[in-house]
Each structure stands twice: as C-alpha cells, then as structure tokens.
C-alpha cells in the first residue's frame, strides 16, 4: 500500500512515484527540470500543467507548495487525478479543469509556470497550441516541457507492436529538431536536454 504521507515528506526522495511511468532518464528530467531549473519550493507561485493524466506530478507541485490549474480532456483522467491529490491531501492546492483541448477557451490568467510531461505530442496545431501557451505565462515566467521524442527507426517498430494502431501514429507527433525548432521560435529556451533511450527532451525556458 502506497505511503502518501511518506512521500510527502520527502518528495525528491520519490520522485520514481512520481515520475510514474517512463525509465530513469524521465526521472532526471524531472529532477532537473522541477528540483533544479524550477526550485523545491514553490510557494504561491502559479502553475498550469497541461496533461496532468492521474495527477501524479500535479500532486508533487501541490506538495511544493504551487497553486496548480491542471488542464485535461479526459473526464477519467481528471476524476483520478482528483482522488490522488486527495490522497496526498493537497486537493485545496489543485484545481483540476476539463475543456475541450482548445487553450483559448481557458480563464485567461498568467502563470508563472507552465509545466507539461508527455502532452504537447496530442495537439494536431502544435504551432498554435505553444503561442496559446505562451500567452499564460506570465512575463517572468519558466516552462518545463519533458516531451517524448521521435527516436530512430527501431523506437518506431517498438512503439508501434506496443500500440498496435496506425491511429496512434496519426493522433501524435513525437518531438524531432523540427518541434525544437518551433519552441524556440516562440520561447526563449535556457536549457535543453535529449536522451536517446527512451528518448526524451528536456526543454526549459523563459517566455523571452
Ligand atoms: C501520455 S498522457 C501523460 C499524462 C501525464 N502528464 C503523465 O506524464 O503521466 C497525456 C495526457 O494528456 C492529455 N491531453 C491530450 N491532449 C491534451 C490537451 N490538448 N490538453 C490537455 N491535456 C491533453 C491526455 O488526455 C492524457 O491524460
């Protein structure tokens, strides 16, 4: 049975539970990207996560301190999401929101972080979607993206017998220099990392 209470008390001593899913290098990643270019502690600081899924991540802000907007499209993901920010009783901490994908449609607040893992491969305008983005970061504000990349040929073939859907393949878009080179054509980029197995970016900015 999982230890919430545990795992609240020593967040980055966790970050496995966190990081859910993925091997190591997603977890250095986000110790990274969370821990070292963002800070432990995130008092008041106004975070949106795009994608947030079951909440894992969404619960580590909540735990640092962050008043958190978690955005998804997905009805589940959001209810799950909710019972695990119970679970680390930081639900006053999080307001999880289900739209319609359209970023436009939000609240338009500024937010001094935008944090996304594993969720700006499913906007088909990924062009659009990042501008809408870069109007809710507040002037001074950071974004850290961890993003699945495109990997070579064989990462291919083992995402497909994983998927087993053309679907998939249709529905994503997995990031390469291209989709690097359009962050930076909208962020400032300060930091970024790639890993090839699993291959993964790390990409961490400023909104110039
Ligand atoms: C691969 S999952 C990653 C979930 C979570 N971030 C994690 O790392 O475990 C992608 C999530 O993004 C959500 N999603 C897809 N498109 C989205 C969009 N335009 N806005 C917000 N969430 C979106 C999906 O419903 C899903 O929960």
Not at 5 to 25: M, S
Not at 41 to 51: S, W
Not at 139 to 167: M, P, W
Request: with cysteine; net charge positive.
């Amino acid at each position: 049975m999982t230890d919430y209470q545990a795992i609240r008390e020593a967040p980055f001593l966790n970050l496995d539970y966190f990081t859910h899913w993925g091997a190591r290098p997603w977890q250095k990643f986000i110790d990274i990207g969370v821990k070292t270019y963002l800070g432990e502690d995130l008092t008041e600081k106004k975070l949106l996560e795009i994608g947030p899924g079951r909440g894992r991540m969404t619960s580590l802000f909540g735990i640092l301190g962050a008043e958190v907007t978690a955005v998804e499209i997905d009805e589940k993901r959001i209810e799950q999401a909710r019972q695990e920010v119970k679970n680390f009783g930081v639900s006053d901490k999080v307001d999880l929101v289900l739209y319609n994908g359209d970023l436009k449609t939000l609240d338009q607040k500024q937010y001094d972080i935008i944090f996304t893992k594993s969720a700006l491969l499913y906007p088909a305008d990924l062009k659009g979607f990042l501008a809408d983005l870069k109007n809710l970061l507040h002037d001074e504000g950071k974004f850290v993206f961890i993003e699945n990349a495109r990997g070579n040929t064989f990462v291919q073939v083992l995402r497909f017998f994983k998927r087993r859907s053309f679907n998939f393949f249709k529905r994503t878009r997995f990031f390469t220099q291209t989709e690097i080179d359009l962050v930076k054509s909208i962020f400032k980029v300060e930091l970024l990392m790639h890993s090839k197995w699993p291959p993964v970016y790390l990409i961490c900015g400023k909104k110039h």
